[in-house]
């Protein structure tokens, strides 16, 4: 398998090749590309220049990967029915940021709080949980997909069967669809 690269205008190449089960990435602050091999129960790392190496390893499944500014890198990571946030520091030392759910799609909003889906298989009709800095949760909004993202606004986006969904968390008007009749997003 390969990770591609694509710049601006739309030139492709091959950024690495020869990996195994690539799965969700995520950029820290420095450029650096992380990306779950979750075959081998690893997270890898590229630098900006291309040079690959083994973040962490011995994982159970690693899933959603999401950077915080202060370059620590949270990874969800699948126990069975149930699972863990972790997060890593810089040099990969690792810590328990949230445990016992189905947790996919991290992202971090601009204050620095953590937002997770908790829909997945065991629990279809999931919520969004939004955690502070210090692991704290303090929001729960329902949700039928893993994948989030935020606008530069502020509006939080979230992709559930056929269609993107904006919730209430948004600064302007309360949850609405965005788009309609997708195949599969994420």
Same mark, same amino acid.
């Given at each position: 398998?390969?990770?591609?690269?694509?710049?601006?205008?739309?030139?492709?190449?091959?950024?690495?090749?020869?990996?195994?089960?690539?799965?969700?990435?995520?950029?820290?602050?420095?450029?650096?590309?992380?990306?779950?091999?979750?075959?081998? +129960?690893? *997270? &890898?790392? /590229? $630098? #900006?220049? @291309? %040079?690959?190496?083994? =973040?962490? !390893?011995?994982?159970?499944?690693?899933?959603?990967?999401?950077?915080?500014?202060?370059?620590?890198?949270?990874?969800?990571?699948?126990?069975?029915?149930? +699972?863990? *946030? &972790?997060? /890593? $520091? #810089?040099? @990969? %030392?690792?810590?328990? =940021?949230? !445990?016992?759910?189905?947790?996919?799609?991290?992202?971090?909003?601009?204050?620095?709080?953590?937002?997770?889906?908790?829909?997945?298989?065991?629990?279809?009709?999931?919520?969004?949980?939004?955690?502070?800095?210090?692991?704290?949760?303090?929001?729960?909004?329902?949700?039928?997909?893993?994948?989030?993202?935020?606008?530069?606004?502020?509006?939080?986006?979230?992709?559930?069967?056929?269609?993107?969904?904006?919730?209430?968390?948004?600064?302007?008007?309360?949850?609405?669809?965005?788009?309609?009749?997708?195949?599969?997003?994420?």
């Amino acid at each position: 398998k390969q990770i591609l690269k694509y710049t601006p205008d739309g030139t492709k190449s091959v950024f690495a090749s020869g990996l195994d089960e690539v799965g969700p990435s995520a950029f820290d602050r420095a450029g650096n590309l992380f990306v779950t091999e979750s075959s081998q +129960g690893a *997270i &890898l790392k /590229f $630098t #900006p220049d @291309g %040079t690959q190496s083994t =973040f962490v !390893s011995e994982l159970s499944f690693p899933g959603w990967l999401a950077c915080d500014n202060a370059g620590n890198l949270f990874a969800t990571e699948s126990l069975g029915d149930t +699972g863990d *946030i &972790l997060r /890593f $520091t #810089p040099s @990969g %030392t690792k810590s328990t =940021f949230a !445990s016992g759910g189905y947790f996919s799609g991290l992202v971090f909003d601009s204050v620095g709080n953590l937002f997770t889906s908790t829909a997945g298989p065991t629990n279809p009709n999931g919520v969004i949980v939004a955690y502070r800095p210090d692991g704290t949760s303090f929001a729960l909004l329902p949700t039928s997909g893993p994948g989030l993202a935020f606008d530069a606004s502020g509006g939080l986006y979230v992709t559930g069967p056929g269609e993107i969904v904006i919730p209430a968390l948004t600064p302007g008007p309360p949850a609405f669809s965005f788009a309609r009749g997708l195949d599969g997003p994420l």
